[in-house]
């Protein structure tokens, strides 16, 4: 009989999957609050105002006070949040307006294949032959996800698809940059920054588009404090809790549970169907995840914390 694991690493995987099972809600409270009437641009000014002042106030009370980063960080930080991090989460959100939440979601989870990409391109990284075979999966996922589609892929749905596939390209430039700048940074503050930084983008976006405003409704106040506090705040904090305790390659594996969790509550909650093609395209996104953790190309650092 294999001896039994510690008790922090226990711990820790417990933290990294209560992690991924909470970022998995992030598109269903999306769904739900569309439903109940909150606009995108309210949504996420909520999500990340609330998860702003709550990350701010937690890097405080563990001494990492974002204000006292040095300029240049403190800078490239909130221009990432800003900029970058409001273009993954905006494209992302706009795109389950009119897609379902299990399709989003695992068109997003070709990311990790894209990260590997995107560094041999431009930071002159070593790739394997184990990378082309993600790869091919990724893509051949992402083509039997969209060609097994049950609903009717007219024209009004070619620009969500574009901004579905749009979401994880943008978000692989966010890890690329903020894996340079947050290497000396603390975790929590850099977290606070970047939220911050959002939530002053989508804040000023929401004025424009004068979804600027409360809630109407019982239903949206629910969603708004959900999706701030469920896949945003205890998303990141176990994540953050767990890393150290387990490694970066355990956290990468086990967060391929995310995309389960999201496809399994679409599925109760929101009353989505996959066709079996899809389901095989769902299989091979995943797998590609998998394959790409396993064989060391690519894990993720604390740029990986917000999604």
């Known amino acids: 009989m294999a001896p039994a694991a510690p008790r922090t690493q226990w711990a820790g995987t417990g933290m ?34 609330l998860a702003a002042i709550g990350m701010v106030a937690l890097a405080l009370a563990l001494g990492q006070n974002p204000l006292r980063l040095q300029r240049k960080p403190l800078l490239m930080l909130f221009g990432l949040g800003a900029i970058v991090y409001t273009g993954q989460s905006l494209t992302y959100f706009v ?58 892929l007219s024209w009004a749905l070619v620009w969500p698809l574009v901004l579905a596939v749009a979401s994880p390209m943008i978000y692989t430039g966010y890890i690329l940059i903020g894996e340079r700048v947050m290497v000396s940074v603390p975790a929590v503050a850099a977290s606070a920054v970047i939220m911050s930084g959002a939530a002053l983008a989508f804040c000023l976006l929401a004025a424009l588009t004068h979804e600027l405003a409360l809630p109407r409704n019982s239903g949206g106040w629910v969603v708004a404090v959900g999706i701030a506090l469920i896949p945003t705040m205890i998303a ?22 995310e995309p389960v969790v999201t496809v399994f509550l679409a599925v109760i909650v929101l009353g989505d169907r996959l066709s079996l093609v899809q389901l095989l395209g769902g299989v091979l996104v995943i797998v590609a995840v998998i394959v790409v953790q396993a064989a060391h190309l690519w894990r993720p650092g604390l740029s990986n914390v917000l999604k």
């Open 16 to 49: 990294v999957l209560g992690s991924a099972t909470a970022f998995g809600t992030l598109a269903i409270f999306a769904k739900l609050g569309y439903a109940s009437g909150l606009g995108t641009e309210q949504t996420l000014a909520f999500r990340f105002l």
């Open 236 to 257: 990141i904090s176990l994540f953050l809790a767990g890393l150290p305790r387990i490694g970066a390659a355990r956290a990468a594996l086990l967060s391929t549970w």
């Open 95 to 152: 795109a389950l307006r009119s897609l379902p939440a299990s399709l989003v979601v695992l068109i997003a989870y070709i990311y990790p294949s894209l990260v590997v990409v995107a560094a041999w391109l431009f930071l002159h990284r070593a790739v394997s032959a184990w990378h082309g075979v993600a790869l091919a999966m990724s893509f051949a996922g992402v083509a039997l996800l969209v060609g097994g589609s049950q609903f009717h």
